[in-house]
């Protein structure tokens, strides 16, 4: 069975619903928050189930997503999880491990167990779900390599990372029959790969996705900060000005892009709990880090397509 789901194909107040409904019932019981409700999130699922094989590309604004332990059911271990990561930064708290994953990277983890990913960006990604039963020794031998990052730069990985993105994308002209021969040579690849990768987990995960999380996060606690500039930010996350830079470049955003979407999803935030908190618009752009009342209207307008006061 496919489904094709678009948010913009939904009414705007409830787009984030909508999404948080689809993939509790596409996959299983999950948590969903965002920063971005209602008409600003924008995502897309396209899942197909074909012999055996749920292969699924998400691709969403900002989210978090959470599997507790009171979510999860004795059937649900039959099955654990790949993903291969298309775009976007991801960070995963799994199986006593936190990752930091970039575009290449892969990730395995195990539907029977409680993880938080935290995609803290737009982002792109595959999900496979594989059967315990087609995996090698039913899995027991990833049990090792569970929420460990599996670095995009590795040989196994890669071989293994297009031979996951061959078959999602062809899965559909396969027969049937020979969809779990396919599936257990996407389990034997993947055993290799996590092999191959088991001496890079002995060292610190991602160091440049990690440092880039590392100062996302404290450009996002000091958002008020009027002075909030590249030479800022670099200096004190212990960077060199070209550095950091480079960092942002190589995610293919800048560092005051990043600075100005972190403020503007802050705002948004605010705006949307005014009701309740009895903020005027000035005031919740200033404590944002906004010192131009017209510059933020303009940038809110663009980022949202609403006016800052009809939010």
Avoid at 51 to 70: F, M, W
Avoid at 96 to 125: I, K, S
Avoid at 244 to 260: A, C, I, N, P, Y
Wanted: charged share 25%.
């Amino acid at each position: 069975m496919d489904l094709h789901f678009r948010t913009d194909n939904e009414p705007p107040p409830r787009r984030f619903d909508s999404w948080r409904d689809t993939l509790y019932d596409t996959y299983y019981r999950l948590d969903c928050k965002s920063d971005a409700p209602g008409q600003a999130f924008r995502g897309r699922l396209d899942s197909q189930l074909h012999g055996g094989i749920r292969c699924s590309r998400i691709a969403s604004s900002p989210n978090r997503v959470s599997r507790t332990r009171a979510q999860i059911r004795s059937h649900e271990a039959d099955e654990l999880g790949l993903l291969v990561i298309i775009g976007g930064l991801m960070g995963v708290d799994h199986h006593a491990r936190h990752a930091c994953l970039q575009p290449g990277d892969l990730l395995t983890f195990d539907n029977a167990r409680d993880y938080v990913f935290d995609l803290r960006c737009d982002y792109d990604l595959l999900c496979f779900q594989l059967p315990r039963d087609l995996l090698p020794q039913n899995g027991e031998r990833l049990e090792g390599h569970l929420g460990a990052r599996l670095p995009g730069h590795d040989a196994a990985v890669g071989v293994l990372r297009s031979y996951a993105t061959s078959l999602a994308q062809r899965l559909g002209e396969i027969p049937e029959p020979l969809a779990e021969d396919f599936l257990r040579h996407l389990g034997e690849l993947l055993k290799l790969a996590c092999d191959g990768a088991a001496g890079f987990g002995k060292r610190p995960p991602a160091p440049r996705a990690a440092t880039l999380w590392r100062v996302t996060r404290w450009i996002e606690a000091n958002l008020e900060s009027s002075d909030l500039c590249p030479d800022k930010i670099a200096r004190c996350n212990g960077l060199s000005l070209r550095a950091l830079h480079q960092l942002f470049r190589e995610h293919g955003v800048s560092v005051m892009q990043t600075v100005l979407n972190a403020r503007l999803a802050r705002c948004q935030e605010r705006l949307l709990a005014r009701g309740s908190t009895g903020a005027s618009v000035e005031q919740i752009a200033f404590e944002a880090g906004f010192r131009d009342p017209s510059h933020f209207r303009r940038a809110y307008r663009a980022r949202y397509g609403i006016a800052p006061s009809r939010q």
